[in-house]
């Protein structure tokens, strides 16, 4: 049974911290890149951070310097921790696990978000 679950999230005041966790079973988490995305309703979804299976990571330009993306495949789970929250960082934080194979077509995962709310 394949899961992707996220966790972590809460309300914080301007300023704040949050360390999201992306659990992960049911297939090889080692072979797949995570990806976090963050949805607002009426707003297209965002790639905020991204991690490869090497390790290699990116940031949207609006979250960086003030999130990390990172991953511990003994523990199947990757993490977002994010600093200085700012009110814009406000919406549902999303878990993608993808799976990019040199041939063959991508295999992804998603879980089901959870949501961070960021007052000023």
């Known amino acids: 049974q394949v899961q992707v679950e996220e966790s972590g999230g809460g309300s914080v005041q301007a300023g704040g911290s949050l360390r999201l966790s992306c659990t992960a079973s049911?297939?090889?988490?080692?072979?797949?890149?995570v990806n976090w995305y963050r949805q607002t309703p009426g707003k297209e979804r965002e790639l905020v951070a991204g991690?490869?299976?090497?390790?290699?990571?990116n940031y949207a330009d609006s979250v960086k310097g003030r999130f990390t993306i990172s991953r511990d495949n003994v523990k199947s789970t990757a993490y977002l921790q994010m600093d200085d929250l700012k009110p814009e960082d406000t919406a549902v934080y999303l878990c993608?696990?993808?799976?990019?194979?040199?041939?063959?077509?991508?295999?992804?995962?998603w879980g089901r978000g959870t949501q961070v709310t960021v007052s000023s």
């Open positions: 049911g297939f090889y988490f080692i072979d797949y890149g």
């Open positions: 993608n696990c993808r799976y990019t194979p040199w041939r063959g077509e991508i295999t992804e995962y």
């Open positions: 991690i490869t299976k090497y390790r290699s990571t």
